[in-house]
Protein backbone atom coordinates (compact mmCIF):
# COMPACT_ATOMS: atom_id res chain seq x y z
CA UNK A 1 0.00 0.00 0.00
CA UNK A 2 1.46 3.79 -1.03
CA UNK A 3 -0.11 7.25 -0.33
CA UNK A 4 2.34 8.14 -3.10
CA UNK A 5 4.44 7.61 -5.70
CA UNK A 6 7.74 9.65 -6.32
CA UNK A 7 9.01 9.08 -10.12
CA UNK A 8 11.88 11.02 -9.75
CA UNK A 9 14.31 9.69 -7.37
CA UNK A 10 15.19 12.53 -4.48
CA UNK A 11 19.13 13.13 -4.64
CA UNK A 12 19.89 12.71 -0.79
CA UNK A 13 23.27 11.68 -0.97
CA UNK A 14 23.89 14.64 -2.41
CA UNK A 15 23.63 16.27 0.52
CA UNK A 16 25.25 13.48 2.99
CA UNK A 17 28.13 15.10 4.51
CA UNK A 18 25.58 18.39 5.64
CA UNK A 19 22.84 16.20 7.47
CA UNK A 20 25.81 13.88 9.08
CA UNK A 21 27.60 17.17 10.45
CA UNK A 22 24.32 18.15 11.90
CA UNK A 23 24.03 14.84 13.54
CA UNK A 24 27.58 14.79 14.86
CA UNK A 25 26.67 18.04 16.32
CA UNK A 26 23.77 16.90 17.95
CA UNK A 27 25.65 14.04 19.12
CA UNK A 28 28.47 15.88 20.57
CA UNK A 29 25.93 17.99 22.47
CA UNK A 30 23.52 14.98 23.87
CA UNK A 31 27.01 13.57 25.00
CA UNK A 32 28.06 16.62 26.30
CA UNK A 33 25.03 17.42 28.65
CA UNK A 34 25.15 13.56 29.89
CA UNK A 35 28.75 14.40 31.05
CA UNK A 36 27.75 17.42 32.78
CA UNK A 37 24.37 17.70 34.10
CA UNK A 38 23.43 13.55 33.98
CA UNK A 39 20.44 11.91 34.08
CA UNK A 40 17.78 12.42 36.81
CA UNK A 41 17.31 8.73 37.53
CA UNK A 42 14.64 7.88 39.56
CA UNK A 43 13.63 5.59 42.42
CA UNK A 44 14.00 2.40 41.06
CA UNK A 45 17.58 3.58 39.92
CA UNK A 46 18.73 5.55 43.11
CA UNK A 47 16.50 3.55 46.02
CA UNK A 48 13.54 4.69 47.66
CA UNK A 49 10.63 4.16 49.48
CA UNK A 50 7.01 2.75 47.70
CA UNK A 51 4.06 3.16 49.49
CA UNK A 52 0.32 1.98 48.11
CA UNK A 53 -2.69 3.59 49.32
CA UNK A 54 -5.97 2.83 48.56
CA UNK A 55 -9.57 5.19 48.56
CA UNK A 56 -13.24 4.84 48.91
CA UNK A 57 -13.34 6.85 45.99
CA UNK A 58 -10.69 7.97 43.38
CA UNK A 59 -8.69 10.89 44.94
CA UNK A 60 -7.35 13.72 42.65
CA UNK A 61 -3.47 13.42 42.41
CA UNK A 62 -2.33 16.92 42.09
CA UNK A 63 -3.40 17.79 45.40
CA UNK A 64 -1.49 14.64 47.09
CA UNK A 65 1.43 15.57 44.75
CA UNK A 66 1.32 18.99 45.64
CA UNK A 67 0.92 18.12 49.80
CA UNK A 68 3.85 15.80 49.81
CA UNK A 69 5.97 19.01 47.92
CA UNK A 70 4.83 21.19 50.93
CA UNK A 71 5.87 18.05 53.69
CA UNK A 72 9.45 18.11 52.16
CA UNK A 73 9.26 15.35 49.02
CA UNK A 74 9.12 17.63 45.77
CA UNK A 75 10.18 14.55 43.69
CA UNK A 76 7.58 12.45 45.17
CA UNK A 77 5.56 10.85 42.11
CA UNK A 78 2.24 10.02 42.51
CA UNK A 79 0.12 7.51 40.09
CA UNK A 80 -2.73 5.42 39.98
CA UNK A 81 -2.08 1.57 40.52
CA UNK A 82 -4.54 -0.90 39.23
CA UNK A 83 -7.57 1.17 39.54
CA UNK A 84 -8.29 4.93 39.97
CA UNK A 85 -8.75 4.75 43.21
CA UNK A 86 -5.60 2.62 44.35
CA UNK A 87 -2.75 5.08 43.94
CA UNK A 88 1.33 4.30 44.24
CA UNK A 89 3.76 7.06 45.80
CA UNK A 90 7.26 6.71 44.94
CA UNK A 91 9.94 8.83 47.49
CA UNK A 92 13.32 9.21 46.90
CA UNK A 93 16.02 8.55 49.48
CA UNK A 94 16.80 11.46 51.53
CA UNK A 95 19.45 11.53 54.66
CA UNK A 96 18.12 13.88 57.00
CA UNK A 97 15.24 11.52 57.73
CA UNK A 98 14.80 8.26 58.77
CA UNK A 99 12.97 5.69 56.43
CA UNK A 100 11.44 3.86 58.99
CA UNK A 101 9.76 7.04 59.57
CA UNK A 102 9.00 7.58 56.08
CA UNK A 103 5.60 6.04 55.64
CA UNK A 104 4.25 7.49 59.07
CA UNK A 105 5.09 10.65 58.01
CA UNK A 106 3.28 10.24 53.86
CA UNK A 107 0.08 9.24 55.58
CA UNK A 108 0.10 12.16 58.27
CA UNK A 109 0.19 14.06 54.79
CA UNK A 110 -2.18 12.15 52.68
CA UNK A 111 -4.78 12.70 55.81
CA UNK A 112 -4.65 16.01 56.08
CA UNK A 113 -5.59 16.20 52.40
CA UNK A 114 -8.05 13.82 52.93
CA UNK A 115 -10.19 10.95 51.39
CA UNK A 116 -9.60 8.83 54.67
CA UNK A 117 -6.77 6.41 52.46
CA UNK A 118 -5.92 2.56 53.88
CA UNK A 119 -2.55 1.70 53.85
CA UNK A 120 -1.57 -1.71 51.39
CA UNK A 121 1.73 -1.62 51.28
CA UNK A 122 5.27 -0.15 52.23
CA UNK A 123 8.16 -1.48 50.05
CA UNK A 124 11.78 -0.26 50.49
CA UNK A 125 14.19 -0.30 47.82
CA UNK A 126 17.71 0.34 48.61
CA UNK A 127 20.46 1.79 47.03
CA UNK A 128 22.27 -1.46 46.03
CA UNK A 129 19.01 -2.88 44.56
CA UNK A 130 18.93 -0.09 42.38
CA UNK A 131 22.29 0.06 41.33
CA UNK A 132 21.57 -4.06 40.24
CA UNK A 133 18.67 -2.43 38.05
CA UNK A 134 21.04 0.39 36.66
CA UNK A 135 23.04 -2.36 35.58
CA UNK A 136 21.07 -4.66 34.66
CA UNK A 137 19.38 -1.99 32.23
CA UNK A 138 22.86 -1.11 30.78
CA UNK A 139 23.35 -4.77 30.41
CA UNK A 140 20.17 -5.31 28.06
CA UNK A 141 21.26 -2.38 26.17
CA UNK A 142 24.22 -4.02 24.87
CA UNK A 143 22.87 -7.47 24.32
CA UNK A 144 20.31 -5.84 22.19
CA UNK A 145 23.06 -3.79 20.46
CA UNK A 146 25.55 -6.79 19.95
CA UNK A 147 22.26 -8.77 18.58
CA UNK A 148 21.35 -6.16 15.94
CA UNK A 149 24.76 -6.53 14.83
CA UNK A 150 24.91 -10.01 14.58
CA UNK A 151 21.46 -10.04 12.39
CA UNK A 152 22.86 -7.40 10.15
CA UNK A 153 26.34 -8.82 9.60
CA UNK A 154 24.78 -12.11 8.62
CA UNK A 155 21.78 -10.84 6.56
CA UNK A 156 23.59 -8.34 4.57
CA UNK A 157 27.54 -7.58 5.10
CA UNK A 158 29.32 -6.04 8.11
CA UNK A 159 29.44 -2.51 6.35
CA UNK A 160 25.62 -2.18 6.49
CA UNK A 161 26.26 -4.00 10.39
CA UNK A 162 28.38 -0.93 11.35
CA UNK A 163 26.42 1.69 9.49
CA UNK A 164 22.92 0.59 11.23
CA UNK A 165 24.64 0.52 14.70
CA UNK A 166 25.82 3.42 14.28
CA UNK A 167 22.72 5.18 13.55
CA UNK A 168 21.05 3.31 16.41
CA UNK A 169 23.28 4.28 19.11
CA UNK A 170 23.31 7.90 17.28
CA UNK A 171 19.36 7.92 18.22
CA UNK A 172 20.09 6.28 21.87
CA UNK A 173 22.46 8.78 22.77
CA UNK A 174 20.06 11.70 21.73
CA UNK A 175 16.92 10.29 23.84
CA UNK A 176 19.68 10.24 26.62
CA UNK A 177 20.84 13.92 25.81
CA UNK A 178 17.44 15.15 25.83
CA UNK A 179 16.45 13.26 29.35
CA UNK A 180 19.38 15.12 30.43
CA UNK A 181 19.22 18.72 28.90
CA UNK A 182 15.66 19.07 30.36
CA UNK A 183 16.63 17.14 33.60
CA UNK A 184 13.38 14.85 32.87
CA UNK A 185 13.45 11.49 35.12
CA UNK A 186 14.47 8.66 33.57
CA UNK A 187 12.95 5.62 34.91
CA UNK A 188 12.25 1.56 34.04
CA UNK A 189 9.58 2.44 31.42
CA UNK A 190 11.84 5.22 30.02
CA UNK A 191 14.76 2.45 29.73
CA UNK A 192 12.25 0.43 27.86
CA UNK A 193 11.27 2.53 25.60
CA UNK A 194 14.87 3.13 24.54
CA UNK A 195 14.83 -0.38 24.10
CA UNK A 196 12.20 -0.08 21.55
CA UNK A 197 13.54 2.54 19.66
CA UNK A 198 16.76 0.88 19.13
CA UNK A 199 14.18 -2.43 17.73
CA UNK A 200 11.84 0.32 15.84
CA UNK A 201 15.21 1.99 14.58
CA UNK A 202 17.13 -1.34 12.83
CA UNK A 203 13.60 -2.11 11.55
CA UNK A 204 13.77 0.82 9.25
CA UNK A 205 17.48 0.22 8.48
CA UNK A 206 16.67 -3.29 7.15
CA UNK A 207 13.80 -1.97 5.31
CA UNK A 208 16.24 0.68 3.19
CA UNK A 209 18.77 -1.64 3.22
CA UNK A 210 16.74 -4.44 2.00
CA UNK A 211 15.92 -2.00 -1.36
CA UNK A 212 19.86 -1.00 -1.50
CA UNK A 213 20.34 -4.88 -2.21
CA UNK A 214 17.90 -5.84 -4.67
CA UNK A 215 18.82 -2.22 -6.85
CA UNK A 216 22.01 -3.39 -6.82
CA UNK A 217 20.89 -6.67 -8.17
CA UNK A 218 18.56 -5.32 -10.89
CA UNK A 219 19.76 -2.05 -12.21
CA UNK A 220 23.11 -2.23 -13.51
CA UNK A 221 23.79 1.18 -14.84
CA UNK A 222 23.18 3.19 -11.44
CA UNK A 223 26.40 4.33 -9.36
CA UNK A 224 26.14 4.00 -5.65
CA UNK A 225 24.81 7.12 -4.59
CA UNK A 226 21.85 6.89 -7.52
CA UNK A 227 21.11 3.40 -5.91
CA UNK A 228 20.76 4.96 -2.11
CA UNK A 229 18.85 7.90 -3.99
CA UNK A 230 16.24 5.10 -5.06
CA UNK A 231 16.41 3.07 -2.00
CA UNK A 232 15.45 6.07 -0.14
CA UNK A 233 12.62 7.10 -2.52
CA UNK A 234 10.99 4.04 -3.37
CA UNK A 235 10.44 3.51 0.72
CA UNK A 236 9.22 6.71 1.49
CA UNK A 237 5.77 6.34 1.12
CA UNK A 238 6.02 2.84 3.24
CA UNK A 239 7.96 5.46 6.08
CA UNK A 240 5.16 7.91 6.32
CA UNK A 241 2.66 5.18 6.82
CA UNK A 242 4.51 3.03 9.11
CA UNK A 243 5.82 5.76 11.42
CA UNK A 244 2.43 8.33 11.31
CA UNK A 245 0.80 5.38 12.41
CA UNK A 246 3.13 4.58 15.34
CA UNK A 247 3.23 8.41 16.26
CA UNK A 248 -0.34 8.82 16.47
CA UNK A 249 -0.58 5.98 19.09
CA UNK A 250 2.50 7.53 20.81
CA UNK A 251 1.01 10.88 20.76
CA UNK A 252 -1.99 9.79 21.96
CA UNK A 253 -0.24 8.62 25.47
CA UNK A 254 1.98 11.52 25.43
CA UNK A 255 -1.27 13.37 25.47
CA UNK A 256 -3.68 11.67 27.90
CA UNK A 257 -1.87 8.93 29.19
CA UNK A 258 -1.04 10.98 32.37
CA UNK A 259 1.95 11.56 34.21
CA UNK A 260 2.56 7.41 34.33
CA UNK A 261 3.04 7.05 30.24
CA UNK A 262 3.95 11.09 30.02
CA UNK A 263 8.35 10.45 29.57
CA UNK A 264 7.74 6.61 28.69
CA UNK A 265 6.12 8.40 25.44
CA UNK A 266 8.42 11.12 25.10
CA UNK A 267 11.09 8.96 24.87
CA UNK A 268 9.46 7.15 22.21
CA UNK A 269 8.61 10.09 20.52
CA UNK A 270 11.87 11.46 20.12
CA UNK A 271 13.32 7.62 19.12
CA UNK A 272 10.88 7.71 16.42
CA UNK A 273 11.38 11.14 15.24
CA UNK A 274 15.14 10.74 15.23
CA UNK A 275 15.05 6.99 14.46
CA UNK A 276 13.41 8.51 10.25
CA UNK A 277 16.27 10.49 10.45
CA UNK A 278 19.44 8.37 11.15
CA UNK A 279 17.87 5.33 9.00
CA UNK A 280 17.74 7.28 5.96
CA UNK A 281 20.12 10.08 6.13
CA UNK A 282 23.35 8.19 8.69
CA UNK A 283 23.23 5.30 7.62
CA UNK A 284 23.02 5.20 4.31
CA UNK A 285 25.88 7.65 3.55
CA UNK A 286 27.60 5.37 6.02
CA UNK A 287 27.15 2.57 4.59
CA UNK A 288 28.28 4.62 0.85
CA UNK A 289 31.28 6.36 3.06
CA UNK A 290 32.19 2.33 3.46
CA UNK A 291 32.48 1.75 0.42
CA UNK A 292 29.35 -0.31 -0.64
CA UNK A 293 29.28 -1.72 -4.36
CA UNK A 294 27.40 -3.86 -6.74
CA UNK A 295 30.38 -6.37 -6.69
CA UNK A 296 29.51 -7.23 -3.36
CA UNK A 297 26.17 -8.62 -4.15
CA UNK A 298 26.70 -10.14 -7.38
CA UNK A 299 29.08 -13.42 -7.55
CA UNK A 300 30.73 -13.59 -11.04
CA UNK A 301 29.80 -16.35 -13.20
CA UNK A 302 31.70 -19.64 -13.66
CA UNK A 303 33.23 -20.32 -17.06
CA UNK A 304 32.56 -23.99 -17.68
CA UNK A 305 35.62 -25.66 -18.86
CA UNK A 306 35.44 -27.27 -22.01
CA UNK A 307 36.92 -30.61 -22.51
CA UNK A 308 40.20 -31.28 -24.13
CA UNK A 309 39.66 -34.18 -26.83
Same mark, same amino acid.
Request: charged letters at 20%; aromatic letters at 10%.
Given at each position: ????????????? @?? /????? *??? #???? +????? =?? &???????????????????????????????????????????????????????????????????????????????????????????????????????????????????????????? @?? /????? *??? #???? +????? =?? &??????????????????????????????????????????????????????????????????????????????????????????????????????????????????????????????????
Amino acid at each position: MEFFRIKKDLPFM @RH /ALTFN *IIS #LITF +VLAVF =FL &ATRGLHLSVEFTGGTLVEVAYAEAPQLEPIRSALATSGYPDAQVQNFGSSRDVLIRLPNREDLDTTKVSERTMATLQAVGGAPELRRVEFVGPQVGKELASDGAMALLLVIFGIVVYLAMRFEW @RF /AVSAI *IAN #LHDV +VIILG =FF &AFFQWEFSLPVLAAVLAVLGYSVNESVVVFDRVRETFKKKRGLTTPEVLDHAITSTISRTVITHGSTQMMVLAMLLFGGETLHYFAMALTIGICFGIYSSVLVASPLVMWLGVSREQFIKPKKEKEEAVV
